[in-house]
């Protein structure tokens, strides 16, 4: 059974940065893509990146130029950095796995569809 344990959440301020990261070994030579979702109190889920095994990487546009997602191959490691942080920002963020099609479709994909693989997610709060 696949495990992923999400980590590099916590507290900052506007203009703050944080890096989660979530283990990637078990998908590193599959079909999988693996992505960062959030939830906000009272919002729906939404896609926020995603990277699939051919090194392809989609954004929501919330995250453009922002955040950067990305796999450190030596630690087999998810990546997402997110710069310049804002208040709406503040969520549970959560990585997932899924034999995606593109990272695109996993980014957009409808709120309730569900990933194969979730972990039990980070929880990001960013102050004004």
């Known amino acids: 059974q696949v495990q992923l344990v999400e980590s590099g959440g916590g507290s900052v301020q506007t203009g703050g940065s944080l890096r989660l990261s979530c283990p990637a070994s078990?998908?590193?030579?599959?079909?999988?893509?693996m992505g960062w979702f959030r939830r906000a109190p009272g919002k729906e889920r939404e896609g926020v990146a995603a990277?699939?095994?051919?090194?392809?990487?989609s954004y929501a546009d919330s995250a453009k130029g922002r955040f950067t997602i990305s796999r450190d191959n030596a630690k087999n490691v998810l990546n997402l950095q997110m710069n310049s942080l804002k208040p709406e920002d503040t969520a549970m963020y959560y990585c997932?796995?899924?034999?995606?099609?593109?990272?695109?479709?996993?980014?957009?994909?409808?709120?309730?569809?569900?990933?194969?693989?979730w972990g039990q997610g980070t929880l990001v709060i960013v102050s004004s």
């Open positions: 997932a796995a899924h034999p995606a099609p593109s990272p695109s479709w996993m980014v957009f994909v409808p709120s309730n569809y569900g990933m194969e693989f």
């Open positions: 990277l699939c095994s051919d090194g392809s990487t």
């Open positions: 078990a998908f590193t030579y599959s079909n999988y893509c």
